[in-house]
């Protein structure tokens, strides 16, 4: 076997299911099995399950998320159990992104419009360059992980390696850096730029935010000294250094003439902006040949062999959106290409397709509470996790009539009586409606009932989503303003983790579709139990085929546990956890941010004191970014952009 590459952190060990579904996804990996699934309830640790997956199969990993903000969660995660390790963020690095388009019906043309951030690029970058210097590497990434990247062969043969007392010419070196897309400044330095002070060349890598010197001595090089990029301290000296290029995409001298004899040709019949359209001609491949990935910088076997673990995260909604990628993008490609927006060669800037895929990775294990059929059909063994650590049982589920009645005065009325109910018991509680209207008239009503309610939809920005999560886990009585109720539309996507939360009320159950669907409907219930007294009531004037399949699991998996609590005498507790308010990373200046009037207390400051600001505020976002806080370092991206036009 292999030397052990992973060290697992935890004051834990694996208890309930855990133990087991460990033992099982490993033997299943040991026997070469290319798909298995853990079948994971909520709360039931699957991260965890995974983390010792990983220290025990002891090869890089490649975690796939459906979206950048679950991918942050399980970044943060993963660092934590594997703080020694080089775990890393994956994810497009776009803040906005307008795709070109054309609509043939009403000859709309859409220009591309988009705003990268620097910081996710950088941490692209610092991706790809663990992937290529070492093994003990965990990247978490979101769907982005399968559109193409550039060829990590240019890439690795690009960099430089760098060593104490190594002859050189400094105006060589300095090509070099231009060659490699780093950009000569005579001001602070960002990633990707270099300045050059006598003797001294001091860069900045793309995937870092220190400083590396290089002390120059009669054509050799002195010293490589690592400094923090915003005190300046010493952090360490280095015998060697790998330097990367500044940007994935490279191409030789070679194939570069090559390419332009390439574009030359098809441009006879047109032409189109945008050097990404001819990566086809750039990297030298046929059409229809797939491009390269992040995946194509995981390591290899000799035969071609993927050598690294993938996870699927959440598999029953990311693998559909790998799936589709590929189709859609080659929908708005083809309007543009037939309508003379673009060139046939287009086309080849593309994502992966869904068979393209399934060839790039290795073995993969998908986890989900309710498994999609592609991992029911494909899976070779489906290993299920339904013992809580903390002994929490699925919540119980009750079916009550929508219309008035003898017993109950309508949904929305009997919906109040409970919800008092558990607000007097200092617990939360959730209505789900089917539109967003809906969702913020009941919430008006609500109030008018004598609820602290407020409603989340898609329409609510990233921030004043977590925002108003935060306030709902504090409550109304608690230390800060909060609130008791919360009405929304779809709430799986938010990633919610409410231990306070004790009772769900999913009106109109019976109403089939996507949202009451058996998968919808299980992992919604599936919300109501981090907390001992979980319970849900479905309002419904019929039992769907939906409403029995996920009642029926629903009390599969509790007769399960409670039999395993009476087994072992377990008494059930409701989760702990702390509430993280992400205001308090924020400054406690009043601020508006995304162009509007920065509104901060400058009175007095001069030039050095806005200065020593803007340093303050550079080192809080970089610590945010640290914790894969996005939300946080955006707006204080966004207050330092506004200072620095106020010096």
């Not at 998996?557 to 924020?586: F, V, W």
């Not at 600001?613 to 610590?623: A, D, G, N, P, S």
Request: hydrophobic share 35%; aromatic share 8%; glycine share 6%.
């Amino acid at each position: 076997m292999d030397k052990k590459i992973f060290k697992l952190n935890s004051k834990f060990q694996p208890a309930g299911d855990q133990p087991r579904a460990i033992k099982e996804l490993m033997a299943g990996l040991e026997k070469g099995l290319s798909y298995q699934t853990l079948l994971g309830v909520t709360g039931s640790g699957k991260t965890f399950t995974m983390a010792n997956v990983i220290a025990e199969y002891n090869k890089p990993t490649l975690v796939i998320a459906h979206n950048k903000t679950l991918a942050a969660q399980l970044a943060q995660e993963y660092r934590d159990f594997f703080p020694d390790h080089a775990v890393h963020y994956f994810v497009s690095y776009y803040d906005y992104y307008q795709p070109e388009a054309y609509i043939s019906a009403t000859d709309t043309y859409i220009e591309k419009d988009a705003s990268i951030n620097e910081e996710i690029d950088r941490l692209r970058h610092a991706s790809t360059q663990a992937l290529l210097t070492r093994r003990d590497v965990i990247i978490v990434a979101s769907v982005s992980c399968i559109y193409g990247l550039g060829s990590p062969a240019e890439y690795l043969k690009s960099h430089l390696r760098l060593s104490a007392g190594q002859a050189i010419n400094r105006q060589e070196f300095l090509l070099n850096l231009v060659n490699l897309h780093y950009l000569r400044t005579n001001a602070d330095l960002t990633p990707g730029t270099f300045r050059a002070l006598g003797n001294m060349v001091e860069i900045m890598p793309t995937g870092q935010r220190q400083i590396i010197r290089f002390e120059l001595d009669e054509e050799k090089i002195e010293a490589i000294i690592e400094y923090d990029g915003l005190s300046r301290a010493e952090r360490t000296r280095h015998n060697d250094f790998f330097l990367f290029p500044a940007k994935h995409f490279i191409t030789s001298t070679d194939n570069r003439e090559r390419a332009i004899e390439a574009i030359k040709i098809e441009r006879e019949v047109g032409y189109c902006s945008g050097i990404e359209n001819y990566s086809r001609h750039l990297s030298g491949r046929e059409a229809g040949v797939p491009p390269e990935t992040l995946l194509d910088y995981f390591p290899h076997l000799s035969d071609g062999t993927p050598d690294f673990l993938t996870i699927v995260d959440e598999s029953h909604v990311t693998l559909p959106q790998l799936a589709g990628m590929y189709a859609g993008d080659a929908s708005r490609k083809k309007s543009l290409v037939e309508n003379g927006f673009r060139l046939p060669s287009a086309y080849d800037n593309r994502p992966l397709r869904w068979s393209e895929f399934e060839k790039t990775v290795g073995p993969m294990i998908f986890t989900s509470a309710t498994p999609g059929e592609y991992e029911k059909k494909h899976s070779v063994k489906m290993v299920e996790q339904i013992i809580r650590p903390t002994g929490l049982i699925d919540p119980a589920i009750e079916v009550r009539p929508v219309v008035s009645g003898k017993t109950y005065a309508g949904q929305i009325q009997d919906f109040i009586a409970e919800a008092k109910k558990e607000i007097s018991a200092g617990r939360r509680v959730i209505a789900t409606t089917l539109t967003k209207k809906m969702a913020e008239d009941l919430s008006d009503f609500l109030k008018k009932e004598g609820l602290k309610t407020e409603y989340l939809h898609s329409d609510i920005k990233t921030l004043e989503r977590i925002k108003i999560l935060t306030n709902f886990r504090f409550g109304s009585t608690g230390d800060k303003k909060g609130f008791d109720c919360l009405v929304g539309v779809n709430l799986l996507r938010e990633g919610l983790d409410l231990p306070e939360l004790s009772f769900i009320g999913i009106l109109d159950a019976d109403k089939e579709g996507f949202l009451r669907s058996e998968v919808s409907l299980i992992q919604t219930i599936g919300r109501a139990a981090r907390n001992v007294n979980g319970r849900v009531i479905l309002y419904a004037d019929k039992v769907t085929g939906s409403m029995e399949r996920a009642i029926s699991e629903t009390n599969r998996r509790r007769k399960i546990q409670i039999a395993y609590n009476t087994k072992h005498g377990i008494t059930p507790q409701t989760i702990s956890k702390k509430i993280h308010d992400i205001t308090d990373n924020l400054s406690a200046e009043k601020t508006k941010v995304a162009g509007e009037l920065l509104m901060i207390e400058t009175a007095g400051l001069d030039k050095r004191g806005f200065k020593k600001l803007i340093k303050e505020k550079q080192k809080q976002m970089m610590e945010a970014v640290k914790e894969l806080d996005f939300e946080t370092a955006a707006i204080l991206r966004d207050e330092i952009r506004l200072l620095e036009k106020k010096i």
